[in-house]
């Protein structure tokens, strides 16, 4: 629900939605790179590509708003701005609020090793660990959902030990990767897909074989 959302917000973030609205949080779980990136990249070939990985979730996204022609369906994308700069919605408290994964935060440390270092917080996924990304937000405005229960994202990084490392791996060594095997994991970006993500954005036409 948008109220399990906006509830743990400021007012400056909350989806303008009264609080029973249904919602969805969209990931992408590795196979994604093979199932849906590459099929999209060589069917739109000739066409103009701005963000291949954005305008692939865009088009699934569209087909699923397709398959409800009767409802209002609005999809807000992980990478959506507002004019203040504001992202549009924060990905990783949906993500947890939805039960989806696990956002570990400083405030789930208690002995904090880090005293005024800004520290960023990290989804895991219980089957995926690091190796997901959270794409977007499907809401449905006419659809009221009172009754629904909230389940609770899976603890999977129980330990403080665990948690200080999750933290300090995504801080300050995120490059290596090293942070999305804090737990053992079911599936992983294969090397192909790992090797796309390390080369910048301008580049990595070249690797799907696309001229910019």
Known sequence: KVGWYNAILQPAFHLPYPDDTLAFVVLSTPSMFDK???????????????DPVDQCVSHHLSRVKEKFPDQKVDVIFDYEILPNRKPKFLAQTAAHVAGAAYYYQRKDVKLDPWGKKK??????????????AIRGLLLFPDIQVRFLEQSAPVDCVSTEEKRIELLE???FHWQDGRYRDIIEVKERYSEEQKAYFATPPAERFRLLGLTQ
Do not use: S
């Open 36 to 50: 849906a990136l590459k099929p999209f990249v060589n069917k739109e070939q000739l066409k103009i590509i701005r």
């Open 119 to 132: 520290i960023y917080g990290v989804c895991i996924h219980p089957k995926y660990g690091g190796w997901f």
């Open 169 to 171: 791996q995504f801080n």
